[in-house]
Each structure stands twice: as structure tokens, then as C-alpha cells.
């Protein structure tokens, strides 16, 4: 079967990847697509409405992906709005914003997929908080604020840590079951 992962983020498809190319049954395959967003706090309306698009394009089984980092203290700022966020004042500004406040964070993924008719959502999370400073130079986004939760190294120290606690690892591994005992 191909699985189609409609993203223009590179790393967001490489760690999709690396989680299905251990089963030989499933090719996921990169739809580079570039689209409007729809505004929303929520990611799964997010991810719905861009899975409707991906599907539209290639009339494949396609997934996309709709993640934010969400800090409790900053009333769950920069949340759906993380990619925006990032780019305009990156990991130095979250650090300035938040100064003493709590450093409680979680990130979230959705994962939307299609096929035919047929519409299923898979999330994953991960809790921790926010580090003082950036660390690491792995991964990508916030990966070197984020620490999870009982861990001491930042997501950007460490690709195993990642690897097993992620929001999107969860995901993923929730939409590959699905894909797997469906058939
Ligand atoms: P979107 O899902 O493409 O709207 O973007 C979500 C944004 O959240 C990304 O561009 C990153 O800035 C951030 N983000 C999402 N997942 C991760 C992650 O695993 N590590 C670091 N940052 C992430």
C-alpha cells in the first residue's frame, strides 16, 4: 500500500519515516503541499480540512499533520498558531515572553487521514516544560526549549528522546495501527 503524507515540512516527513520503514507492507510517500490554513484553535479542524484538500489532489490514501506547542501560563500560546509563531520571533522570543512566569507546556498533534469516503483522527501529546535556555542542535521548531516532563535534556539534545515520547511518534504510531489491524 502507498501512504501519502501531504506536508512541505521535511522533518515532520522524516520522522513519519523513520516509523513506518520498519514495516516493508506500507510506502509512505511525500506530497509536497502547500496550502492556506484555515484559522482555528483547534487542531483537529485544522487537519480535517487540509486532509479534504491532499485527498481532492490525489485521490490516495494521504494523511497530513496539524501540531503547535501549547504553554499553559501563556493561556496556551502559540498553540495552532506554533508555525506563525516561529517565524516571526523563534525560540528567543518565547523564551523573552515567558521570563518567570510557569513553564508548563505541552505539545500536540493531530494526524488527519483519508481515504475514499472514509475520515479517522489520531492525536498524540507530550507534556514537560519549557527550558531556560536553548540546547541541542538536533530536530527543528521548538525541540531545543522543550524538555519532557521527568527528562533533563531538551528535545534538540537528544533524537531517542524524541524518538520515544514525541506528540507526533504517538500519532503516528496510533494512525499505523489503525492502517495495519484495518486490513
Ligand atoms: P504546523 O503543524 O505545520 O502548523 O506547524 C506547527 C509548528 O509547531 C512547527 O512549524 C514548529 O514550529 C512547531 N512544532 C510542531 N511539532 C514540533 C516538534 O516536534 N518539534 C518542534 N517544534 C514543533
Redesign the pocket.
Known amino acids: 500500500m502507498e501512504l501519502y503524507f501531504a ?3 521535511k ?2 516527513f522524516s ?1 513519519a519515516l523513520e516509523l513506518f520503514r520498519k514495516n516493508g507492507s506500507v510506502q509512505i510517500k511525500q506530497l509536497k503541499f502547500k496550502h492556506n ?1 484555515i484559522r482555528s484553535d483547534s ?1 483537529e479542524e ?2 480535517l480540512e487540509a486532509v479534504e484538500k491532499a485527498y481532492r489532489k490525489i485521490k490516495k490514501p494521504v494523511f497530513v ?5 501549547f504553554i499553559e501560563s501563556l493561556n496556551n500560546f ?1 498553540g ?8 516571526k520571533i523563534g525560540n528567543r522570543g518565547i523564551l523573552n515572553i515567558l521570563k518567570s512566569r510557569n513553564r508548563t507546556a505541552v ?1 500536540r ?1 493531530c494526524i488527519a487521514y483519508a481515504n475514499g469516503n472514509k475520515r479517522k483522527v489520531f492525536f498524540g501529546e507530550c507534556s514537560g516544560k519549557i527550558a531556560l535556555r536553548e540546547r541541542g542542535k538536533k ?5 531545543p526549549i ?1 524538555i519532557p516532563a521527568g527528562k533533563k535534556k531538551t ?2 539534545q537528544s533524537k531517542e528522546l ?1 524518538k520515544a515520547l ?3 511518534y504517538k500519532a503516528i504510531i496510533a494512525l499505523k495501527s489503525y492502517i495495519f489491524n484495518k486490513k
Open positions: 506536508t512541505s515540512n522533518n515532520k520522522e490554513e487542531l485544522i487537519a499533520e496539524d501540531s503547535g506547542l502559540p495552532t498558531y506554533s508555525a506563525w509563531v516561529y517565524k505539545f498533534c530536530g527543528f521548531g521548538y525541540d522543550f528535545f534538540a524524541k514525541s506528540h507526533r
